[in-house]
Structures are given as structure tokens and as C-alpha cells.
């Protein structure tokens, strides 16, 4: 049964790095239908807020699931590096969608554009998927909580610090894009603060977000939550910021880089 276990996750760990590259290729020719986006034929709708919560409910549920069949369930280096995660994760699963609801409940416009069921099913896949490659990490195949010299804390500390700095920016961006939209009632030019310097600053701090991750967890897996995240991410902000020059013209800075400051 251990066997099965360690080979179960040693592929699922393979097929999320396998998983980077075509997502990044695909995205760069194909955007998923939903928000700025969006387009008809694909298929049944269901509301964004709802979406959202299914999306990223593994995210909450599975580490309270795997945790305790774990070898480090009790151990309390094990239960602080898996809380960040879930911080951002309670953050998303709860908390955004309540935002993104209230913020639609109050806009000007009398419609609401869905989110597609299927790849709100996508979404809960590959959020399961990765879910269970991190807190079984953290869980049970980390090994070297007691024998890295005190490294442990070093790299816990690091990536923190990395990370809250990208959580405050996603949380400050994503804050930004709904009360403009709610006060605008559609698509206007964020500006001020991160927007000054790219046009997807939400999605800039989720990447730093996860680098500060994988040096916490200092391990393959969370390397690789990081390449998909940049995989998935920066296509998509580079269509964001293609979409933003066609519509508004020269009324876009042109100085804005999608996603990474002063590079992409």
C-alpha cells in the first residue's frame, strides 16, 4: 500500500511539471471564456461567485483530508509551513467569491456574465491535483524536518516574507479591479499604485505569492506549483494586456508591461 501511495504521488508530482509547458503554448494562442474574455458556445453558465468557491475548494479540504494519514500529521514544523497555503486558499475559496458577489450586487449593469461549468470542473481538477501533491509533501514525504541543521526556519522565514508580500499585492490588485468595475459598471484603465507599472499586478503578486512558497517548502513540489503558476499566469496577462491596447487605444499607457515589472 505504501508502495502504491509513493508511486501514486511521484507521478501526480510528474504530470503537474508535464502539465506546464502545453499550458503555456496553448495560452498564447487560446484565452478561456470568462470576464474580459468572454464568448458564447461554451455550454451551461453558472454564477462567477459560485465558480470561484468550487474551483478552489479543494484547496481547503483536502489538507484537512490527507493530514492525518500523514507521518508528520503531529508535527508542528509540518502545521506551520502548510498554514500560508491555506491562508491564501481560505482567502480564495470564501472571501473572494463573497467580494466578487457583493461587488456584482451593486453594479450599475442589470447582467451578469457567467462562468462556464466546464471549466469550472477544469479548475476544480487541476486545483485537486496540486492540492494533494503539496500537503502530501508536507505531510508525509518531507523528510528533513528534524535534520536540516535549523535550516528549516531560514527558508520558512524567507519565503514568508516573499510570500505576504505577494499575497498584500493580490489582494490590493484584486480589491482595485472590483471596485472599479462595480463603480464603472464595466472595463475602464485601472490606475495608480502597481497598475502604473503592469497591467496584471493581481496576477504578479500570486506569482510572487508561489516563489515565496517554493522556498518554504524548498522542495520539487513546490517548484513546480511555481512553473505552473507562471505558466498559466503570464499568457493569460499578456492576453489581458493585449486585450486592454485594443480597447482603449491610445488612451493605454504604453509603458505598462503585462505581468513582470520592467521585463514582461
Known amino acids: 500500500m505504501a508502495l502504491l501511495d509513493q508511486s501514486f504521488f511521484h507521478y501526480s508530482l510528474l504530470s503537474y511539471f508535464l502539465l506546464g509547458p502545453p499550458t503555456f503554448i496553448a495560452l498564447r494562442f487560446f484565452q478561456f471564456p470568462y470576464g474580459k ?12 461567485p459560485l465558480a470561484w468557491f468550487i474551483m478552489e475548494s479543494p484547496s481547503t479540504l483536502l489538507p484537512l483530508i490527507l493530514f492525518p494519514f500523514g507521518h508528520h500529521f503531529t508535527n508542528p514544523k509540518a502545521l506551520v509551513l502548510m498554514s500560508p497555503y491555506l491562508l491564501h486558499y481560505f482567502h480564495r475559496t470564501f472571501i473572494y467569491p463573497l467580494r466578487i458577489y457583493q461587488s456584482t450586487s451593486q453594479q450599475n449593469t442589470k447582467t451578469t456574465i457567467g462562468f462556464p461549468l466546464i ?20 505531510s508525509h514525504y518531507k523528510i528533513d524536518y528534524d535534520s536540516d541543521g535549523g535550516l528549516f526556519w531560514w527558508k520558512f522565514f524567507g519565503g514568508l516574507v516573499v510570500f505576504l508580500w505577494g499575497m498584500r499585492i493580490n489582494m490590493w490588485a484584486d480589491t482595485a479591479l472590483l471596485v472599479l468595475k462595480r463603480e464603472s459598471g464595466g472595463y475602464k484603465v485601472p490606475r495608480g499604485g502597481w497598475f502604473e507599472l503592469v497591467t496584471c499586478p493581481n496576477y504578479f503578486g500570486e506569482i510572487v505569492e508561489w516563489l515565496g512558497w517554493a522556498v518554504m517548502t524548498w522542495s520539487w513540489a513546490g517548484f513546480g506549483f511555481f512553473l505552473y503558476t507562471c505558466s498559466n499566469l503570464v499568457p ?23 505581468v513582470i515589472p520592467f521585463l514582461v
Open 37 to 48: 474574455h468572454n464568448r458564447l458556445g461554451w455550454g451551461p453558465t453558472i454564477p462567477p
Open 119 to 138: 471549466l469550472t470542473f477544469n479548475g476544480f481538477l487541476t486545483q485537486a491535483l496540486n492540492t494533494y501533491i503539496q500537503a502530501r509533501w508536507v
Open 236 to 258: 493569460r496577462a499578456c492576453a489581458n494586456h493585449k486585450w486592454y491596447l485594443q480597447k482603449f487605444g491610445e488612451d493605454y499607457p504604453k509603458n505598462r508591461k503585462a
